[in-house]
Protein backbone atom coordinates (compact mmCIF):
# COMPACT_ATOMS: atom_id res chain seq x y z
CA UNK A 1 0.00 0.00 0.00
CA UNK A 2 1.32 3.09 -1.40
CA UNK A 3 1.32 6.02 1.81
CA UNK A 4 1.10 9.30 1.01
CA UNK A 5 3.95 11.88 2.71
CA UNK A 6 3.72 15.75 2.89
CA UNK A 7 7.00 16.85 0.35
CA UNK A 8 9.41 19.66 0.88
CA UNK A 9 9.64 22.46 -1.13
CA UNK A 10 13.28 21.79 -0.87
CA UNK A 11 12.78 18.97 -3.64
CA UNK A 12 12.30 21.42 -6.15
CA UNK A 13 15.17 24.01 -5.20
CA UNK A 14 17.41 20.38 -5.43
CA UNK A 15 15.45 20.17 -8.52
CA UNK A 16 15.22 22.41 -10.43
CA UNK A 17 18.19 25.04 -11.35
CA UNK A 18 16.71 28.01 -12.30
CA UNK A 19 18.28 30.93 -13.67
CA UNK A 20 17.13 34.69 -15.45
CA UNK A 21 14.46 36.50 -14.43
CA UNK A 22 11.23 36.18 -12.59
CA UNK A 23 8.43 37.49 -11.48
CA UNK A 24 6.65 37.81 -7.80
CA UNK A 25 2.89 39.08 -8.52
CA UNK A 26 0.60 40.30 -5.53
CA UNK A 27 -2.79 41.54 -5.32
CA UNK A 28 -2.70 44.92 -5.45
CA UNK A 29 -5.23 47.25 -7.79
CA UNK A 30 -2.10 48.52 -9.75
CA UNK A 31 -2.60 44.47 -11.99
CA UNK A 32 -5.71 46.48 -13.26
CA UNK A 33 -3.58 48.31 -15.31
CA UNK A 34 -1.12 46.48 -16.91
CA UNK A 35 -0.58 43.67 -19.87
CA UNK A 36 1.51 41.14 -18.15
CA UNK A 37 0.78 38.85 -20.75
CA UNK A 38 4.79 39.29 -21.52
CA UNK A 39 6.20 37.77 -18.19
CA UNK A 40 4.89 34.17 -18.73
CA UNK A 41 7.86 34.03 -20.79
CA UNK A 42 9.85 34.25 -17.27
CA UNK A 43 9.38 32.64 -13.76
CA UNK A 44 6.13 33.54 -12.01
CA UNK A 45 5.68 33.49 -8.55
CA UNK A 46 1.82 34.05 -8.59
CA UNK A 47 0.48 34.78 -4.65
CA UNK A 48 -2.76 33.87 -3.63
CA UNK A 49 -5.13 35.65 -6.17
CA UNK A 50 -3.64 36.52 -8.34
CA UNK A 51 -3.85 32.56 -9.80
CA UNK A 52 -7.03 34.11 -11.54
CA UNK A 53 -4.73 35.75 -14.17
CA UNK A 54 -2.43 33.03 -14.70
CA UNK A 55 -2.95 31.13 -18.10
CA UNK A 56 -1.37 27.84 -16.42
CA UNK A 57 -4.23 25.46 -17.31
CA UNK A 58 -1.65 23.90 -19.32
CA UNK A 59 1.99 23.32 -20.17
CA UNK A 60 5.00 22.57 -17.91
CA UNK A 61 4.80 23.66 -14.12
CA UNK A 62 8.92 24.04 -13.83
CA UNK A 63 8.82 28.05 -14.06
CA UNK A 64 5.27 28.21 -12.12
CA UNK A 65 4.86 28.58 -9.16
CA UNK A 66 2.11 29.61 -6.33
CA UNK A 67 2.57 30.22 -2.98
CA UNK A 68 0.04 31.10 0.42
CA UNK A 69 0.43 30.99 3.55
CA UNK A 70 -3.10 31.15 4.18
CA UNK A 71 -5.35 27.76 4.26
CA UNK A 72 -8.53 30.56 3.54
CA UNK A 73 -7.50 30.20 0.04
CA UNK A 74 -9.55 26.87 0.08
CA UNK A 75 -12.66 28.72 0.69
CA UNK A 76 -12.53 31.57 -2.22
CA UNK A 77 -14.11 30.53 -5.65
CA UNK A 78 -10.96 30.80 -7.19
CA UNK A 79 -9.64 27.46 -5.32
CA UNK A 80 -11.11 25.64 -8.06
CA UNK A 81 -8.84 27.12 -11.11
CA UNK A 82 -5.82 26.53 -8.66
CA UNK A 83 -6.66 22.59 -8.54
CA UNK A 84 -6.86 22.71 -12.49
CA UNK A 85 -3.56 24.82 -13.27
CA UNK A 86 -0.24 23.13 -14.11
CA UNK A 87 2.17 24.75 -11.60
CA UNK A 88 4.01 23.90 -8.38
CA UNK A 89 1.65 24.79 -5.75
CA UNK A 90 2.99 25.66 -2.46
CA UNK A 91 1.59 26.46 1.37
CA UNK A 92 2.51 26.65 4.59
CA UNK A 93 3.40 23.57 7.34
CA UNK A 94 0.27 24.88 8.65
CA UNK A 95 -2.22 23.78 5.81
CA UNK A 96 -1.15 20.18 6.67
CA UNK A 97 -4.78 19.40 8.40
CA UNK A 98 -5.79 19.30 4.82
CA UNK A 99 -3.27 17.37 3.49
CA UNK A 100 -5.97 15.02 2.11
CA UNK A 101 -7.16 17.59 -0.22
CA UNK A 102 -3.40 18.61 -1.85
CA UNK A 103 -2.34 15.49 -2.72
CA UNK A 104 0.23 17.18 -5.60
CA UNK A 105 1.07 20.29 -2.73
CA UNK A 106 4.73 21.16 -1.14
CA UNK A 107 5.20 22.43 2.29
CA UNK A 108 7.17 24.50 3.60
CA UNK A 109 8.18 25.72 7.52
CA UNK A 110 8.25 29.52 8.37
CA UNK A 111 11.24 30.79 9.49
CA UNK A 112 12.60 30.29 12.92
CA UNK A 113 13.67 34.34 13.02
CA UNK A 114 11.46 36.98 13.42
CA UNK A 115 9.56 38.72 10.98
CA UNK A 116 12.55 41.31 10.71
CA UNK A 117 15.74 39.09 10.73
CA UNK A 118 16.75 36.33 7.34
CA UNK A 119 18.89 33.48 8.96
CA UNK A 120 20.65 32.35 5.35
CA UNK A 121 21.27 29.44 6.81
CA UNK A 122 17.27 28.59 8.24
CA UNK A 123 15.50 25.81 5.32
CA UNK A 124 12.55 27.74 6.09
CA UNK A 125 10.80 30.92 4.47
CA UNK A 126 9.53 34.43 5.43
CA UNK A 127 6.35 33.57 6.85
CA UNK A 128 4.34 37.09 7.77
CA UNK A 129 2.36 37.09 4.98
CA UNK A 130 2.79 35.47 1.33
CA UNK A 131 4.57 37.81 -1.00
CA UNK A 132 7.58 38.07 1.40
CA UNK A 133 6.91 34.41 1.31
CA UNK A 134 7.40 34.17 -2.43
CA UNK A 135 10.07 36.55 -2.24
CA UNK A 136 12.45 34.61 -0.14
CA UNK A 137 11.44 31.39 -2.40
CA UNK A 138 12.60 33.32 -5.61
CA UNK A 139 16.03 34.28 -3.92
CA UNK A 140 16.45 31.17 -2.64
CA UNK A 141 15.74 29.60 -6.13
CA UNK A 142 18.55 31.84 -7.74
CA UNK A 143 15.87 33.94 -9.52
CA UNK A 144 17.52 37.00 -10.86
CA UNK A 145 16.47 40.18 -11.05
CA UNK A 146 13.12 39.78 -9.00
CA UNK A 147 10.30 42.04 -10.26
CA UNK A 148 7.56 42.65 -7.67
CA UNK A 149 3.86 43.65 -9.93
CA UNK A 150 0.51 43.91 -7.56
CA UNK A 151 2.63 44.63 -4.53
CA UNK A 152 1.10 47.53 -3.59
CA UNK A 153 0.00 47.37 0.24
CA UNK A 154 -2.58 51.12 -0.14
CA UNK A 155 -5.70 51.59 -0.57
CA UNK A 156 -6.78 53.89 -3.51
CA UNK A 157 -8.97 56.39 -3.15
CA UNK A 158 -12.69 55.70 -5.16
CA UNK A 159 -11.51 52.29 -5.78
CA UNK A 160 -13.79 49.12 -4.14
CA UNK A 161 -10.97 47.90 -2.25
CA UNK A 162 -6.93 46.65 -2.58
CA UNK A 163 -7.20 44.13 -4.65
CA UNK A 164 -6.84 44.40 -9.18
CA UNK A 165 -9.97 42.42 -8.91
CA UNK A 166 -12.43 44.71 -7.77
CA UNK A 167 -12.16 46.52 -10.87
CA UNK A 168 -13.80 43.21 -12.37
CA UNK A 169 -17.35 42.66 -13.38
CA UNK A 170 -18.81 41.66 -10.22
CA UNK A 171 -19.78 38.63 -12.00
CA UNK A 172 -15.76 37.70 -12.22
CA UNK A 173 -15.07 38.74 -9.16
CA UNK A 174 -14.13 36.06 -6.98
CA UNK A 175 -16.05 34.99 -3.76
CA UNK A 176 -15.67 33.60 -0.85
CA UNK A 177 -17.08 31.27 1.65
CA UNK A 178 -16.34 33.54 4.80
CA UNK A 179 -17.23 36.93 3.28
CA UNK A 180 -14.50 38.30 1.20
CA UNK A 181 -11.59 40.48 1.65
CA UNK A 182 -9.65 41.06 5.40
CA UNK A 183 -11.11 44.75 6.65
CA UNK A 184 -8.43 47.35 5.76
CA UNK A 185 -7.20 47.74 9.52
CA UNK A 186 -6.36 43.93 9.49
CA UNK A 187 -4.47 44.26 5.97
CA UNK A 188 -2.65 47.41 7.11
CA UNK A 189 -1.56 45.39 10.18
CA UNK A 190 -0.17 42.88 7.37
CA UNK A 191 1.34 45.73 5.71
CA UNK A 192 3.71 46.62 9.02
CA UNK A 193 4.89 43.63 9.47
CA UNK A 194 5.83 42.72 5.97
CA UNK A 195 8.03 46.21 5.42
CA UNK A 196 10.09 44.42 8.01
CA UNK A 197 10.36 41.19 6.54
CA UNK A 198 11.35 43.54 3.00
CA UNK A 199 13.73 45.15 4.69
CA UNK A 200 15.49 41.39 6.04
CA UNK A 201 15.02 39.93 2.14
CA UNK A 202 16.51 42.67 0.44
CA UNK A 203 20.22 42.25 2.60
CA UNK A 204 19.71 38.35 1.60
CA UNK A 205 19.21 39.34 -1.84
CA UNK A 206 22.10 41.93 -1.86
CA UNK A 207 24.05 38.97 0.01
CA UNK A 208 23.57 36.91 -2.88
CA UNK A 209 24.13 39.61 -5.73
CA UNK A 210 20.16 39.39 -6.49
CA UNK A 211 18.39 42.89 -7.71
CA UNK A 212 14.57 43.12 -6.35
CA UNK A 213 13.23 46.05 -8.18
CA UNK A 214 8.95 47.02 -7.43
CA UNK A 215 7.19 47.75 -10.60
CA UNK A 216 4.69 50.52 -9.04
CA UNK A 217 6.32 53.75 -8.59
CA UNK A 218 3.09 54.80 -6.57
CA UNK A 219 3.27 51.84 -3.96
CA UNK A 220 3.66 52.18 -0.19
CA UNK A 221 6.97 49.41 -0.20
CA UNK A 222 9.94 51.68 -0.38
CA UNK A 223 12.14 48.88 0.24
CA UNK A 224 13.29 48.19 -2.79
CA UNK A 225 13.74 50.14 -5.91
CA UNK A 226 11.49 51.23 -7.61
CA UNK A 227 10.81 51.24 -11.58
CA UNK A 228 7.81 51.62 -14.36
CA UNK A 229 6.78 47.85 -15.29
CA UNK A 230 6.88 49.25 -19.08
CA UNK A 231 10.43 49.62 -18.18
CA UNK A 232 11.07 45.92 -16.70
CA UNK A 233 13.24 44.84 -19.66
CA UNK A 234 15.71 47.60 -19.46
CA UNK A 235 17.01 45.54 -16.23
CA UNK A 236 16.96 42.30 -17.62
Not at 191 to 200: D, E, I, Q, S
Not at 218 to 229: A, G, Q
Request: hydrophobic share 35%; glycine share 6%; charged share 20%.
Amino acid sequence: MKINTARSYIEIIDRDKLTGPGFVVGAGSSLSYLDISGIFEHTVFSVNSSIILMPWESGESKKRFWISNDALCMGWSYWKKLQKCKCNKIVRTSWLKHFNKLSDFYFFHPRSTSEGVVDKNDDGLSYCSSVPTAIDLAIKMGVNPIFLIGVDHGFPKNHGGSHFWHDLPRSSQPTSKFGGAPPRNAQSKVFLYNNMAYKALSSFARSKSIDIFNCNKRSSVDEFKKIDFMDYKKYI
